[in-house]
């Protein structure tokens, strides 16, 4: 993953931001190789992923944010993000069989709403996007509460709420999760593997909404088509 530009940014900055983008570049690619392994050994499938997923976040939390602690962290990352492939696999091999061009299409469209956004976020003015966050968790509490109603009283527009709210609060956070990250950085928190994990999940919640979102999309045009045949 390309990182964005850092030159305008104190030295001390520029050098935690591109460990962090390192750190994420790493993960994202570990979690395609999760969704590799799911192809041929069909993990996915099975609660392993779930268990370590679950697992290795808790042990992240649990160990304390120091340099001491680093690589371990950023193993427990690692371990994470290769998990939260195996976990995604089945719905990637969903889309994949119904039209490869899908699952490329969502890879490249959450690489390029991503690298936007964040790269929105690093050149814009110090703290503009930060006024995000009250906003960001408003929608995450609607979120949660068209969840919680799901399973009291069934809602078709729960569903689109969830895809296309949850795409635009997943972006938003992109925006608002950089800006934070930049300006802990400049009062002096530097913890990569910790803001890797933000940006991470971020990138994560984008990819699988665009992906189901297109594969809704390509469902429903079938669809059409069979009743335009009959």
Same mark, same amino acid.
């Given at each position: 993953m390309?990182?964005?530009?850092?030159?305008?940014?104190?030295?001390?900055?520029?050098?935690?931001?591109?460990r962090?983008?390192?750190?994420?570049s790493?993960?994202?690619?570990?979690?395609?190789?999760?969704m590799?392994?799911h192809?041929?050994?069909?993990?996915?499938?099975?609660?392993?992923?779930q268990?370590?997923?679950?697992?290795?976040?808790?042990?992240f939390?649990?160990?304390?944010?120091?340099p001491?602690?680093?690589?371990?962290?950023?193993?427990?990352l690692?371990?994470? $993000?290769?998990?939260?492939?195996?976990?995604?696999?089945?719905?990637?091999?969903?889309?994949?069989?119904?039209?490869?061009?899908?699952?490329?299409?969502?890879?490249?469209?959450?690489?390029?709403?991503?690298?936007?956004?964040?790269?929105?976020?690093v050149?814009?003015?110090r703290?503009?996007?930060?006024?995000?966050?009250?906003?960001?968790?408003?929608?995450?509490?609607?979120?949660?509460?068209?969840?919680?109603?799901?399973?009291?009283?069934?809602?078709?527009?729960?569903?689109?709420v969830?895809l296309?709210?949850?795409?635009?609060?997943?972006?938003?956070?992109?925006?608002?999760?950089?800006?934070?990250i930049?300006?802990?950085?400049?009062n002096? $928190?530097?913890?990569?593997?910790?803001?890797?994990?933000?940006?991470?999940?971020?990138?994560?919640?984008?990819?699988?909404?665009?992906?189901?979102?297109?594969?809704?999309? $390509?469902?429903?045009?079938? $669809?059409?088509?069979?009743?335009?045949?009959?």
């Amino acid at each position: 993953m390309a990182q964005p530009s850092v030159n305008k940014f104190p030295s001390y900055v520029a050098s935690h931001l591109k460990r962090v983008y390192w750190t994420l570049s790493v993960s994202v690619a570990l979690m395609f190789i999760g969704m590799v392994v799911h192809t041929y050994t069909s993990i996915g499938y099975t609660l392993v992923p779930q268990v370590l997923v679950f697992a290795s976040l808790l042990l992240f939390v649990s160990f304390p944010r120091n340099p001491q602690t680093e690589k371990t962290r950023k193993y427990l990352l690692y371990c994470f $993000s290769t998990m939260v492939g195996c976990e995604l696999g089945p719905l990637v091999e969903v889309a994949f069989e119904r039209d490869p061009d899908i699952v490329l299409n969502a890879v490249s469209g959450t690489a390029v709403v991503f690298l936007c956004f964040t790269g929105a976020a690093v050149v814009a003015e110090r703290k503009s996007y930060l006024f995000l966050g009250g906003f960001l968790s408003s929608v995450l509490s609607i979120l949660l509460l068209f969840s919680v109603f799901s399973f009291i009283i069934p809602l078709k527009i729960e569903e689109y709420v969830q895809l296309y709210l949850g795409l635009v609060m997943f972006v938003g956070y992109v925006l608002f999760d950089t800006q934070l990250i930049i300006e802990r950085a400049y009062n002096g $928190s530097t913890d990569a593997v910790s803001d890797a994990v933000t940006l991470f999940i971020d990138f994560v919640g984008i990819f699988v909404r665009i992906l189901v979102a297109l594969l809704k999309n $390509s469902s429903e045009k079938e $669809s059409k088509e069979k009743r335009k045949r009959k």
